[in-house]
């Protein structure tokens, strides 16, 4: 199990940029695959993207592409989303996600471990 936790949101205008980071506990962060999850009001918690444990495969959701980089640095057990052309759509908690497993999924069911969301707001 790992302990995680999301910092970096806020409120941007459209158009603009925000990165998020989230850390991790323990001493294993390499042996996770971490992902960004985000959830707006009345909807359910949708995949953004996910890296594999040695930064070697990227994963997005197609509404992101070409805007949003996912990015991890396991020596300081941190994973970054680089939120670039931010769009009012884009409003949403956003939640980093963990799990064991070479697996690069895209489905929140296929992660074990969550933290407690950060919210990001976009303003037209």
């Known amino acids: 199990q790992v302990q995680l936790v999301e910092s970096g949101g806020g409120l941007v205008q459209a158009g603009g940029s925000l990165r998020l980071s989230c850390a991790a506990s323990?001493?294993?962060?390499?042996?996770?695959?971490m992902g960004w999850f985000r959830q707006a009001p009345g909807k359910e918690r949708a995949f953004v993207a996910a890296?594999?444990?040695?930064?070697?495969?990227?994963r997005y959701a197609d509404s992101v592409k070409g805007r949003f980089t996912i990015a991890r640095d396991n020596a300081k057990n941190t994973v970054y989303l680089q939120m670039n052309s931010l769009k009012p759509e884009d409003t949403a908690v956003y939640y980093c996600?963990?799990?064991?497993?070479?697996?690069?999924?895209?489905?929140?069911?296929?992660?074990?471990?969550w933290g407690q969301g950060t919210q990001v707001t976009v303003s037209s």
């Open positions: 323990g001493r294993t962060f390499s042996s996770y695959t």
């Open positions: 996600a963990a799990v064991a497993s070479v697996r690069v999924g895209t489905t929140s069911g296929e992660y074990d471990d």
């Open positions: 890296v594999s444990r040695s930064f070697g495969s990227q």
